[in-house]
């Protein structure tokens, strides 16, 4: 069975640091792109995508600096870590994965992923 399972979350003080765990099942995470997103709220925001290649990033502008994402392939888990963290980055995290045509390449848009994760809370609050 494919899928995706997210851990990590957690309540964080302001200023603080967390790192999400995304672990795939069924499929090997190193041919594929990587997304993470979060809710915000009906919809679902790109944050940070990584190419199947890692030599392609993007990110938004409001986690530059503070977010990154890392892959450890003998686990066949992404990582995004956290630093910095800010009230207004509480919400559900998800990762996602899809296998472009294309190993250079990501994108931050909820229609180019095809797995998904099931999400992890996480809140940011003193």
């Known amino acids: 069975q494919v899928q995706l399972l997210e851990s990590g979350g957690d309540l964080v003080q302001p200023g603080g640091s967390l790192r999400l765990s995304c672990a795939a099942s069924?499929?090997?995470?190193?041919?594929?792109?990587i997304a993470w997103f979060r809710q915000a709220g009906s919809r679902r925001e790109g944050v940070l995508c990584v190419s199947a290649n890692n030599e392609h990033t993007d990110l938004v502008d409001s986690v530059r600096g503070r977010f990154t994402s890392s892959r450890d392939n003998a686990k066949n888990t992404v990582y995004l870590q956290m630093h910095n963290l800010k009230p207004e980055d509480t919400t559900v995290y998800y990762c996602?994965?899809?296998?472009?045509?294309?190993?250079?390449?990501?994108?931050?848009?909820?229609?180019?992923?095809?797995?998904w994760g099931q999400g992890t809370q996480v809140t940011v609050s003193s």
């Open positions: 996602a994965a899809v296998q472009y045509y294309g190993r250079n390449y990501c994108g931050l848009h909820t229609y180019e992923y095809d797995i």
């Open positions: 069924g499929f090997t995470l190193d041919d594929y792109a």
